[in-house]
């Protein structure tokens, strides 16, 4: 009886060396996903000033890619998700809507700018919910709403379990685009009008030379040779042999301490 225990457990030792790299890698993925787009989308802070949201720290601005999202008011603890499968956007339960009232909604338009507010990877669900807040500013409201919103993203079966980031980023870039426009821009402009055409000149100049001079960043360079060319990454997402570098434009992505993608 002893002897066949002893035999055992060299098997039994087998098995769970094998197993383990795998619970260990299916664990770490839905981290790694949740990381890197957490790097990719800041999300706005925000609080409340007599009884209105204001913006403490803008988010990366985002403009609205398709129609039929439903915006609740800022104070509504609810709100109706759109669904978002297979390439087309569905539009939320009508019950729901109408539970909140017309007057508490707005239909987002196409092209108009949000926030991401907070965002929710769930890999046993297939799906990522994707909340954003307006832009009043980027906008141009002349009254701030702060109508906020939700679309949740529903993917195939065992898609997020391997999902490549960046894979995930274009099915979200199909809805939430991400703008071109600095969401500071503008504030403070009209103090600044007054500073003389010197410093326009000299900003004219920079800008020439900065043309002038294009930066490259090569397959094999390291953080320090990319740092030199590109100046330090607005974000770091670090994942053990794997580093990523975000730079507004650019996505590099190191292995093992040397570049292997550039984005």
């Known amino acids: 009886m002893r002897q066949g225990i002893n035999a055992a457990i060299p098997m039994v030792a087998l098995i769970c060396t094998l197993m ?35 913006i403490v720290d803008p988010g990366t601005v985002l403009s609205i890619q398709k129609a039929g999202i439903v915006g609740v008011i800022p104070r509504s603890l609810a709100m109706c998700p759109a669904k978002y499968e297979d390439g087309n956007l569905k539009a939320p339960n009508s019950f729901c809507v109408g539970m909140l009232g017309k007057q508490n909604i707005r239909y987002l338009t196409v092209g ?5 507010m907070k965002m929710d990877v769930n890999v046993a669900k297939e799906k990522i919910s994707f909340a954003i807040l307006e832009c009043d500013s980027c906008n141009g409201a002349q009254d701030p709403s702060s ?43 009209q103090g ?16 020439q030379q900065q043309q002038a001079e294009p930066q490259t960043i090569e397959i094999g360079q390291t953080p320090e040779q990319v740092e030199a060319a590109m100046g330090k990454p ?12 975000l730079y507004k434009d650019l996505k590099v992505t190191f292995m093992k301490g040397k570049v292997s993608d550039v984005q």
């Open 147 to 189: 109508y906020k919103a939700e679309v949740v993203f529903q993917f195939a079966k065992g898609y997020l379990e391997t999902a490549n980031v960046a894979q995930v980023e274009d099915t979200i870039g199909q809805i939430f685009g991400i703008s071109s426009d600095d969401s500071q821009q503008g504030q403070g402009g």
């Open 192 to 207: 600044n009008q007054g500073q003389g055409q010197g410093q326009d000149q000299r900003q004219g100049q920079a800008n």
């Open 20 to 54: 383990f790299p795998m619970v260990m890698a299916n664990a770490q993925a839905s981290v790694s996903l949740q990381e890197q787009l957490s790097a990719q989308y800041k999300m706005v802070k925000v609080g409340v000033a007599t009884g209105e949201i204001t």
């Open 234 to 245: 607005e974000k770091i997402v670090n994942m053990g042999v794997k580093q990523i570098y």
């Open 112 to 116: 108009e700018k949000v926030y991401p």
